[in-house]
């Protein structure tokens, strides 16, 4: 039993036009027609990467996490359940919507909508970037991480380590807490950051190639986008 990667994420947001310019002219995804009010993205071979809703908050919306086994849906389920955590089936057309086979879907302690799912979907229509990259790393990776805001360590840390079985691989207190889940081969697929808050941090994907990060750093200056840090990049001397 084992959940084996980040497959994809949701985010609540209505400004759609605003989330198409940045997932396909800063990042390179490729938008799927899924129907007004909603936008869908890949960055693979698989149907969906990004969903946004259409739905108002500007906030995370739903974290979907695959597992290696079918039967490993009920197995969590169970486990779940033990601890009195609710756990709902998605039905047939749930699923259809996520793209997967099957799925399960439940909170964490701080009401994060986690779905555990089987066998996403893949496309058989190559992926399209919509801008010239090499691509994004993802396969056995996944899609790459989330970090979430936590307001209560005590609960959040346990729930991810003891009952879904990541893995730690980074941890501090000072200054701040914050720990750094592993279920594959990256570093991290999840992060908790103990901001005394609750809701979303940031999510992150790989390129192939630096060539795409520096186009997409330049692409975000360019279009007057808050850049946190700034990529610099020089000539090693000697």
């Not at 198409?20 to 799927?32: A, H, N």
Request: net charge positive; glycine share 8%.
């Amino acid at each position: 039993m084992a959940v084996k990667a980040l497959s994809y994420i949701g985010v609540n947001s209505d400004k759609l036009e605003d989330w198409s310019d940045y997932s396909e002219k800063c990042l390179g995804m490729q938008k799927v027609d899924r129907g007004k009010g909603t936008l869908s993205f890949r960055m693979d071979d698989h149907k969906q990467r990004l969903a946004i809703t259409g739905d108002t908050g500007d906030s995370l919306a739903f974290v979907g996490f695959e597992v290696d086994k079918k039967e490993d849906l009920q197995t969590y389920a169970a486990k779940l359940e033990s601890k009195n955590i609710k756990v709902t089936l998605g039905n047939s057309s749930y699923s259809d919507k996520r793209f997967v086979q099957e799925l399960i879907h439940f909170n964490d302690p701080q009401g994060n909508r986690v779905e555990l799912v089987y066998n996403p979907m893949k496309d058989t229509e190559p992926f399209k970037p919509s801008r010239p990259i090499s691509g994004f790393k993802t396969g056995a990776l996944g899609m790459g991480h989330v970090v979430l805001h936590v307001k209560d360590f005590n609960k959040v840390v346990p729930f991810y380590r003891d009952i879904l079985g990541f893995k730690i691989s980074d941890y501090s207190n000072t200054p701040i807490s914050l720990c750094f889940f592993h279920i594959n081969g990256r570093h991290h697929s999840l992060a908790l950051f103990g901001s005394g808050k609750i809701g979303f941090h940031h999510f992150m994907v790989e390129y192939n190639s630096l060539d795409a990060v520096s186009y997409t750093h330049l692409r975000a200056h360019e279009t007057g986008r808050n850049l946190v840090w700034r990529l610099v990049l020089g000539k090693k001397e000697g």
